[in-house]
């Protein structure tokens, strides 16, 4: 093989060649020089940073059409082929050495075997094509919580993306030469149709090397498979920060405006398509993040830093009346990537839940759509995908939160864990410590699946923290690391379980969608200890007194005592089989630790105690 210097000299424009030895890392020249050797690019762009190179690859993207303009400035639509619109998850691999293992819930493939195979996937796929050389920051710059990072692409779409959704790292990577320690991105979409997307979904990989800190993806273009950073970086990260001690959570980070101008942060974590982003667009309350945080703890207290600056949040039922601020700035100028809706006749784009009715026309990622269109099964195809999504900068939305870039990240008051649960937990429940949430709140979450990711919906999924699909160390030791965490702060955060999806016996939700907002101000006060609760087998449970009030008070709403019973009963039977549930699942994981199963066998005494003196399904007041 040449030697680096002379393959990058050669295959490297001199103005893009320049840029890069700006930066004086061997390491990152010799990464560019062997994709650039197996991949084949007909040339290579090197990006500094700058606004024009910004806006180079925008340009791109619409030249390659990968994106096209929509009537409003601004705004691009993207599509993905039929079939690659969610994470694909049996063809996202950790990389083991031989004899390593990970429990069976993680995808996993033996690191030679699959970097062979990757590499013969990659050889000469970006022939004819332009390679982009980017690079980024995770978390805020500058900061304790940052991570450097280089993405290789041969997808303008993927950089673009990626420009809207992370702060910008090349002035990092000059300033910090040799030291600069770094993730690697390496992804191409592959062959592509006349539609512009991909051709050959049957060599879709999504392979994670913990080993290089190195993460491959071929012949998807689907955001969740491709933008190196999202959840790619994540399962780095993750396995990093078990090594150091801190945290690497699937959660939104949100400020909570409580009394007199107080601003109290939480973090939630909640599986795909469950409401992480719209708790975190709440009105009256602002959003740090709404994805990936990275926790630390700081002379013992966990501050929380936004992983990424921009959001790419899930379309589908977005409407003007529960989400007035990401609908107004989805319609206003500014730079917003839509993908996966139908563009109508006049150039705007419409999506499933939009206000107003369905165009009788447009096009779509099936192509030309008309209403009643039907796949190749006979089913009809909806005017959008399920798993739709606009890419934006955080910045553009009026909720936004000054400290979105603070380097020192915010500090948690508490956590929030939820999922989609037609059947057991209350609406909003608080742990009675650490322990107990960690393992009752988060280690417990299960959740009916959704369409973020291929497959079935509507299954019910063991999801801890949700965060399984981007775990790579063993669950057992994830869970550790967050129980150890806790014990290591001088004042936890407090640990809530929230339920959006509780149903009746009719078969009806039990809440409104924006009833989030007054569970999240109950959670503020009890995080400053200003209203009491009550005790249940389960863990603290509001008063109904205090949530008339709140309702009065934030939806103008009159809380009935009636919906309070109904949504705030405890019941047992249902409590009791998932404690079982989740037990049976935590036996057959490896080195599940002890406290676990004590945590959830004293669950299980207690809600068995209560049943023997209230029944089964026991009104909140008997707690009294
Ligand atoms: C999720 O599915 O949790 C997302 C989108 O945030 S993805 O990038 O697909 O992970
Ligand atoms: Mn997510």
Redesign the pocket.
């Known amino acids: 093989m040449e030697n680096t210097e002379e393959i990058l000299r050669k295959r490297i424009d001199n103005n893009n060649y320049e840029k890069l030895l700006e930066i004086n890392n061997p390491e990152l020249y010799s990464f560019v020089a062997k994709y650039i050797e197996l991949c084949n690019p007909r040339s290579v762009f090197i990006s500094n940073s700058s606004p024009e190179d910004i806006d180079y690859i925008r340009r791109k993207a619409i030249e390659n059409h990968e994106e096209e303009h929509l009537r409003t400035p601004g705004h691009t639509i993207h599509f993905d082929a039929y079939g690659d619109q969610?994470?694909d998850k049996a063809h996202t691999k950790i990389l083991l050495e031989k004899g390593e293992t990970l429990d069976e819930f993680i995808v996993t493939g033996e690191r030679e075997e699959n970097l062979l195979e990757i590499n013969s996937i990659l050889k000469d796929i970006m022939n004819e094509r332009e390679m982009f050389v980017c690079f980024f920051t995770l978390a805020p710059e500058n900061s304790i919580f940052s991570i450097h990072c280089v993405q290789i692409t041969d997808s303008p779409y993927v950089a673009h993306s990626e420009n809207i959704l992370y702060r910008q790292g090349y002035g990092e990577f000059v300033r910090l030469g040799k030291d600069a320690r770094f993730f690697k991105f390496v992804h191409s979409q592959g062959e592509l149709d006349e539609r512009f997307v991909c051709k050959n979904l049957d060599k879709r990989r999504i392979y994670i090397d913990l080993k290089e800190e190195t993460v491959y993806s071929t012949n998807t273009q689907?955001?969740?498979?491709t933008?190196g950073l999202?959840?790619l970086a994540m399962r780095l990260a993750i396995s990093r920060c078990a090594k150091e001690g801190w945290l690497t959570e699937?959660m939104l980070i949100m400020g909570v405006h409580g009394p007199q101008g107080r601003v109290t942060y939480f973090t939630g974590a909640f599986?795909?398509?469950c409401g992480?982003t719209s708790t975190a667009m709440l009105e009256g309350e602002s959003i740090v993040g709404d994805?990936i945080a990275y926790i630390k703890n700081k002379n013992g207290f966990a501050f929380a830093a936004n992983v990424e600056k921009g959001m790419?949040g899930?379309i589908q039922g977005v409407n003007s009346k529960d989400d007035p601020i990401q609908w107004k700035t989805l319609h206003t100028p500014g730079e917003i990537i839509f993908s996966n809706v139908l563009v109508t006749e006049d150039g705007s784009v419409y999506w499933i839940g939009h206000d107003g009715d369905v165009p009788e026309r447009g096009y779509n990622h099936s192509g030309e759509w008309f209403k009643g269109k039907k796949d190749s099964k006979g089913n009809e195809i909806p005017p959008s995908h399920p798993?739709a999504?606009f890419t934006l900068p955080l910045e553009s939305l009026d909720n936004i939160d000054p400290n979105l870039n603070n380097p020192e990240g915010v500090l948690v008051g508490g956590f929030i864990y939820g999922g989609r649960d037609s059947d057991t937990w209350v609406p909003v429940c608080e742990s009675f410590d650490w322990e107990h949430g960690i393992i009752m709140k988060g280690a417990s979450i299960e959740s009916e699946t959704t369409a973020?990711?291929l497959g079935k919906e509507g299954v019910r999924e063991f999801n801890p923290m949700s965060n399984l699909?981007f775990l790579s160390i063993p669950i057992a030791k994830y869970i550790t690391i967050n129980l150890e965490f806790g014990k290591n702060l001088a004042k936890p955060p407090k640990i809530f379980g929230v339920n959006y999806f509780l149903k009746g016996a009719d078969g009806n939700f039990l809440n409104e969608k924006n009833d989030k907002k007054v569970w999240l101000k109950w959670m503020d006060l009890r995080v400053h200890d200003e209203v009491t609760a009550i005790k249940t087998p389960i863990g603290y449970i509001p008063h109904y007194k205090d949530l008339k009030e709140l309702f009065e008070k934030v939806l103008y709403k009159d809380y009935s005592y009636d919906d309070y019973v109904k949504q705030f009963q405890i019941r047992v039977p249902e409590n009791l089989s998932k404690v079982e549930r989740i037990k049976s699942i935590y036996l057959k994981i490896k080195d599940t630790p002890v406290r676990v199963f004590e945590v959830l066998e004293e669950e299980k005494e207690r809600l068995i105690k209560a049943s023997q003196r209230f029944g089964d399904y026991i009104l909140p007041e008997k707690f009294i």
Do not use: W
């Open positions: 969610g994470r689907y955001g969740g498979n933008i999202k959840k699937h599986p795909s398509l992480k994805d790419f899930i798993n999504r973020a990711t699909d």
